[in-house]
């Protein structure tokens, strides 16, 4: 069966009730615009070019994210339009050793943008085995956080998970201080390493301590990856985050966290398992501690030969606070959800997602929400 | 007039692939670069950007051809294993999480690629085995040449 009868049978079905022929108009409405606003990706390096870039000579990189959702929730009035994320990417390669790399976002909010510096980073590179950097990251625990940023269109669905959704209490998503890394590539296991140190938390603990530590403790992490050769694809690790927070409304906590990932990213299929275990002891009194675990698990399969621009995907996501945990019992962070959806890449730069969630809050109770999202990357490759 | 329907209908891609197959693609670097002999895992690694420099510490430039050409379409076969999409969603996503500082550079023809490798110091590129001049060295790929039996890109 071709594309576009398949696709003429699933608007037809979405046509057969209101709420979906809502979703469907605002798909098409997306897709137009972005269609008339893609630039046309054009390769011109001329053999001066190339001889010159490769050199000493600096060289800059320019590119840009960004996502369009329509949102519509179980028993909202508040359906409707949503500017994600609108992301500007800067690679500067500036000797053939040390470049800058920088992220900001604008994000939509109620009755603003809010602007932020996501990372900045300036890296080093003495050998394969030893690149230093300092700067603005995110922060290298697990997979997803450092695997696809602010960039809706590089992963597979419409957003995070909940364990490293951006503004997470749950995790420390960005940190500030200096990175060492390296791979040992001669090793079969592919294998790699991060470590990093600098601010922890801040007082509001969601945030990273972007103008300096506050309190005498500096975080420290480490992370050690495995892509072997021989499973092509496959890439695994475990990582470990030390940290002591003083937040603005309890006494200091430290905070241990450990996490664990497989990620198998082949597209067909693309496997993601992602674990984290994350202690929380009060610092003036020890007896009062508690452990959050969350996780999940996320199966995606590009179809084949006339289909290959389908890739289906499902996610399960769990979160789970003792109710003793000193820093995040109050926090509302239990979370329980099923996620199931497909993505159409159209485009080679540009991909429409439409998933069904069925979530369920700590304070909120359930709900169901369907959302149709547009994610498109400028880039010239 | 049968010739002619015949050239016509034949699959010009096969027989070049064919061609490839039977000359093997030479793996060529830079004359002065300090390596003979890459694994076939190394050479993905590199071709991968997971190893960016050469044992002399000097930095690995990444010269691949554009795309619709036979030895393009072999690469990301192999090597990649990867189709267009797959490739520059690679790349993208590569430099987003600044583990390169720039992607592959491209190159038009062999002639091209023959001359940017002879220039530029740390250069790593492929063509076919037959277009191979002087002026460039070609790597081993697991102890073998294109000439040899059981060379893994042929």
Known sequence: ?381 | MCLGILLLVAPFPAQSEESISQTGLAIVVHADTEADDVSMAELRNIFLANKQFWPDRSRIILLVRAPESDERDYVLNTIYQMNEDSFRKYWIAKMFRAEVPRGPKIVFSSDMTLDLVVAIPGSISFMRADQVTEGVKVLRVDGKLPSDEGYPLK
């Open chain 1, 1 to 381: 069966m071709k594309k576009p009868v398949i696709f003429k049978a699933l608007v037809a079905l979405a046509l057969q009730n209101n709420y979906m022929k809502n979703c469907v108009i605002a798909g098409i409405a997306l897709i137009s615009c972005v269609l008339l606003a893609l630039p046309q990706v054009v390769i011109a390096q001329s053999y001066e070019e190339v001889v010159s870039s490769s050199m000493e000579s600096p060289e800059y990189t320019v590119m840009g994210f960004g996502d369009i959702s329509y949102v519509s929730r179980d028993g909202s009035d508040q359906d409707g339009f949503f500017i994600g994320q609108a992301v500007g990417h800067l690679v500067a390669s500036l000797t053939s050793r040390f470049g800058v790399f920088a992220e900001v976002s604008a994000t939509g909010k109620d009755s603003e943008y809010t602007f932020e510096v996501e990372r900045l980073i300036a890296k080093y590179e003495f050998s394969d085995l030893f690149k230093l950097s300092a700067g603005r990251y995110h922060t290298p625990i697990g997979y997803w956080n450092s695997a696809f940023h602010h960039g809706a269109w590089l992963q597979t669905t419409t957003s995070r998970p909940e364990m490293v959704k951006f503004g997470s209490k749950l995790l420390p998503i960005h940190f500030v201080g200096v990175l060492m890394e390296g791979n040992l590539t001669s090793s079969r296991l592919g294998l790699s390493y991060s470590a990093g140190f600098g601010n922890g938390r801040h007082v509001n603990i969601a945030r990273a301590g972007d103008a300096g530590d506050i309190n005498g403790d500096k975080a420290w992490m480490v992370q050690v990856q495995a892509a072997p050769d021989r499973f092509y694809g496959l890439n695994a690790g475990l990582g470990f985050y030390s940290d002591e927070i003083s937040p603005d409304d309890r006494p200091d906590i430290k905070e241990s966290t450990f996490s664990a990932f497989v990620a198998y990213t082949k597209e067909s299929p693309e496997i993601i398992i992602e674990y984290m275990h994350s202690s929380h002891e009060n610092l003036t009194d020890s007896s009062v501690s508690g452990d959050t675990n969350a996780w999940y698990a996320q199966f995606a399969y590009r179809l084949k030969d006339n289909l290959s621009d389908w890739k289906p995907y499902v996610r399960y996501e769990n979160t789970d606070v003792d109710d003793t945990d000193p820093l995040l019992f109050d926090q509302g962070l239990d979370y329980d959800a099923g996620i199931l959806g497909v993505r159409w890449d159209f485009n080679p730069y540009a991909a429409l997602k439409a998933e069904y969630r069925a979530e369920e809050f700590d304070n909120n109770g359930r709900e169901n929400n369907f959302r149709l999202q547009l994610s498109f990357v400028l880039a010239k490759l």
